[in-house]
Nanobody, 120 residues
Framework: HVQLVESGGGLVRPGGSLTLSCVASGFAFSDYPLTWVRQTPEKRFEWVSITNSAETDDYYLDSVRGRFTISRDNGKNTLYLQLNRLNIEDTAMYYC??????????????WGQGTQVTVS
């Protein structure tokens, strides 16, 4: 069964930390670039972080760089996002996704169901 399943979200105080996990199944996890994206309460969609299969040149949204860290464990088919020094503006539904490069831009191949992060 091809799927991505996120977990680890929750309610946290400003300045707190969370670790999000995304477990993959049904495809060759280590072969693909992966991303964490989020949708804010205002329905704004943001690319939070992207990692390629070699974990080189990771991308971070400017507002999270230095606070969030993306990583992957190919042996466990799991993608992580460490969220530190959270602030209210980080409140969003966080999704992991398998992505691919097509015609000069990233496209989505598979989404998870999302995990809610609320900073309050």
């Amino acid at each position: 069964h091809v799927q991505l399943v996120e977990s680890g979200g929750g309610l946290v105080r400003p300045g707190g930390s969370l670790t999000l996990s995304c477990v993959a199944s049904g495809f060759a996890f280590s072969d693909y670039p992966l991303t964490w994206v989020r949708q804010t309460p205002e329905k704004r969609f943001e690319w939070v972080s992207i990692t390629n299969s070699a974990e080189t040149d990771d991308y971070y949204l400017d507002s999270v760089r230095g606070r969030f860290t993306i990583s992957r464990d190919n042996g466990k088919n799991t993608l992580y996002l460490q969220l530190n020094r959270l602030n209210i503006e980080d409140t969003a539904m966080y999704y992991c996704a398998k992505i691919f490069w097509d015609s000069g831009e990233w496209s989505f191949g598979l989404w998870g169901q999302g995990t809610q992060v609320t900073v309050s």
